[in-house]
Structure formats: structure tokens, C-alpha cells
């Protein structure tokens, strides 16, 4: 039998998980995939807050899934995981990683030793003094946030095999067995967190994680018009940003949304030409949305206006065969497992 890993993403009101056979292997298949919701306060933005509980829905989430492995990808990509360009002198991946402490101090918010580091090559190039040279990613992670997710897992009696950056699991599902030539942005509007990846001709360039997504606008409904919080959750799904054919009463609605979408849109278009302005050969040629916050009526509209690129939002599972078990086994909504995926995807264990 081949074998299994389960990815499984912890975000702020679910926790989502995807058991792939043969992950690393040429014909990955979905065994099977789950959800369950998670306690407020239980995570926020990926990081693990109360290890009991979150320990408690995986339990729950294996039990009702039927998952038959133990073996967990996790990620991490919030807030306190940074990733910036850097480049290096030309040596190997394992000296480059060893030699990451002494380099990075000063573009660390936390002492190196609180940090986890790890390097990702791009390209390589020729130096100022034209020594060769290693252009890529440094990621960095505050080690304490990553500790608490691995002890969530094990308190379930789950084996962590795997940590990996998120915006990396998204395009790898993204981009799985396609031939995506030039520039193209994935966005994942999750609920606290936005994570944008950059990649060209299907290799990552640029990770930024923005702390700002679908929440904000519920937030924004819930103190400006004293709806309660179910109130602006229909507000969002029904209403959103749209103005064709909405009753005069919703207008106020309207507003809040359009002025809270609005900060994440320009956050969005700032770090989207930050990009550009750094690689000017390079014009964005496409934009695909995945995450909760995406679906808000009219955000992909007003996104493609702002930038003037074409954004579409992406199925969940990314042409990757799934087994019929898994498909005939429940209704759980497809379209938020892109994650999960990825991170199983990513797994060489
Ligand atoms: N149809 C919809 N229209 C508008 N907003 C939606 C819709 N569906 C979900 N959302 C919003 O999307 C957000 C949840 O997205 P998602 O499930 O991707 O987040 P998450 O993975 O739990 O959080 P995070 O990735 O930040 O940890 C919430 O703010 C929710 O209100
Ligand atoms: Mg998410």
C-alpha cells in the first residue's frame, strides 16, 4: 500500500485535513478529507493557542474521517513567520542553512536563537566583487508558534513529519501539473491572515503573509452598524460589495464593506507592485484566489480593477485524483482544502 500523509491546516474557525497516498510519488490520490470547527481562541492566524483544544478536534477529526495514517504536514505562515529575499555566497544547501544564524540577525524582529531558519534557493547569479552567489528566500519562524501546532499534534497521539511554508503548500497545488509560463500571484484569503505567492515560470520568487482578511469586514459591520455577528456573516455572503439591484436598507452595509475590502485591497495592489518594481521584466500575468475571504461577492471583480491583471478563483483540489471513497464520503466544501493539500503534497516522509 502506499503510503500516506495527511496535511492538515489549522486555521482560525477549522481545522482541515487531506490523507494523499503516494504524496511525493508521480499519481498522489485524496484518500479521503475532513474538517472540523474549531473553538474562538483556539488558533489564531495558524498559530496554536490552546494545545488541549486543538488537540481535542484533531482526535475528533481523525475519528470522524477515518484517516488511516498518523503521519502529519503541517504549516506555518502568519504574522511571525518571515520570509525576505537573501542572497548568499555560492556554497551548499547544508552549509548555506548552517551559516543562516550569523547572517540574519538584523533582519530578525526575535533573537536567532527563538528563530527557526531555513533557506530557499531561486537563482543563482554573480556577486558585487563577481563571485557567484545564491539568490533566494530566507524563511524565518518564531519557534515558540511552531512548537505549540507540533505539541497540539502529538498530544493527539499524531506524528509531525513535516513543517512547511503555506504559501509554498498553495502553489504547489496551484500549480501541480501545469505548465504556468511567466508571472503569476496566488492570494489565499483566509479569515485573520492573507498569504500572497509569487512565482515564475512555476518557481516561488516572493512570499508576503498580510495580517488582514474576512474577519476584518465582519468586525467592521459588527461595531459600525451593531449587527450581530451572524448578521454580518449573511451580510457578507449575500451583499458583499455588489450595488446592482441591492435595497436602499443594505447601502450602509455596503459601505462598511467596501471601506474595510478596501484596506485589503490596497494592501494587496501595494504588495503586488512592490513586486513588479523589484522585477520589471516581469509583468504579473495572472491572479488565483482561494480562502473564505475570496468568495465575498464582487472581491474578485474589484481585485482585477485595481490591478488591472486577471483574477480568477481556483477549485480546491487543483486536478489532483481523488479516490471515489473520498468523494462519495461526505459533503465537506472542497474549495477550502487547497492548503491542507499542499502541505501533503509537500511531504517526503
Ligand atoms: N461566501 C463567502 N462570502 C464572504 N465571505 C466568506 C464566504 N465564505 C467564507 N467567508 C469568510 O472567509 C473567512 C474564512 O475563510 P477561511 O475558511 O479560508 O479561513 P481560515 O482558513 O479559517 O482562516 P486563516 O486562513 O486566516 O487561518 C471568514 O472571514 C468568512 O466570513
Ligand atoms: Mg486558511
Known amino acids: 500500500m502506499a503510503k500516506r500523509v495527511v496535511g492538515v491546516d489549522i486555521g482560525n474557525s477549522w481545522i482541515r485535513a487531506v490523507e494523499v497516498a503516494d504524496a511525493a510519488g508521480p499519481r498522489p490520490t485524496v484518500e479521503r478529507y475532513h474538517r472540523v470547527p474549531l473553538a474562538d481562541d483556539a488558533a489564531r492566524s495558524g498559530d496554536v493557542l490552546d494545545v488541549h483544544t486543538v488537540a481535542d478536534a484533531l482526535k475528533r477529526l481523525w475519528a470522524d474521517a477515518g484517516f488511516k495514517s498518523k503521519d502529519v504536514a503541517l504549516g506555518m505562515g502568519n504574522q511571525r513567520v518571515l ?73 493527539a497521539g499524531l506524528n509531525p513529519v513535516d513543517v512547511d511554508l503555506i504559501p509554498f503548500a498553495l502553489s504547489r497545488v496551484h500549480l501541480r501539473g501545469k505548465d504556468v509560463r511567466g508571472t503569476v500571484a496566488m492570494i489565499d484569503v483566509g479569515s485573520t491572515t492573507t498569504n500572497v505567492v509569487i512565482t515564475i515560470n512555476g518557481v516561488p520568487q516572493f512570499v508576503r503573509i498580510i ?20 448578521e454580518a456573516e449573511h451580510l457578507k455572503r449575500t451583499i458583499g460589495l ?15 464593506m467596501y471601506q474595510a475590502t478596501g484596506q485589503l485591497l490596497n494592501a494587496l495592489r501595494n504588495t503586488l507592485s512592490f513586486f513588479v518594481s523589484s522585477h520589471p521584466n516581469d509583468p504579473i500575468v495572472a491572479v488565483l484566489l482561494t480562502g473564505g475571504g475570496s468568495k465575498l461577492p464582487g472581491f474578485v471583480a474589484a481585485l482585477g480593477e485595481l490591478i488591472r491583471v486577471p483574477v480568477s478563483l481556483d477549485d480546491g483540489f487543483g486536478g489532483i485524483r481523488v479516490s471515489r471513497t473520498a468523494g462519495a464520503s461526505h459533503d465537506v466544501d ?16
Open 211 to 230: 495580517p488582514a482578511g474576512g474577519d476584518d469586514l465582519g468586525r467592521a459591520l459588527t461595531s459600525h452598524l451593531g449587527v450581530s455577528v451572524a
Open 83 to 155: 520570509a525576505r529575499d537573501l542572497t548568499v555566497p555560492k556554497m551548499s544547501l547544508k552549509h548555506i542553512r548552517e551559516s543562516l544564524p550569523f547572517q540574519v540577525q538584523e533582519m530578525l524582529p526575535v533573537p536567532v536563537a527563538e528563530a527557526l531558519l531555513d533557506f530557499y534557493p531561486i537563482s543563482e547569479g554573480v556577486g558585487e566583487n563577481g563571485s557567484p552567489v545564491i539568490n533566494g528566500l530566507l524563511v524565518a519562524a518564531v519557534k515558540e508558534a511552531v512548537m505549540a501546532n507540533v505539541s497540539a499534534v502529538q498530544a
Open 334 to 349: 472542497r474549495d477550502g482544502m487547497t492548503l491542507a493539500l499542499g502541505l501533503a503534497l509537500g511531504s517526503k516522509a
Open 242 to 256: 455588489r450595488t446592482a439591484g441591492v435595497p436602499a436598507e443594505f447601502r450602509p452595509a455596503v459601505e462598511v
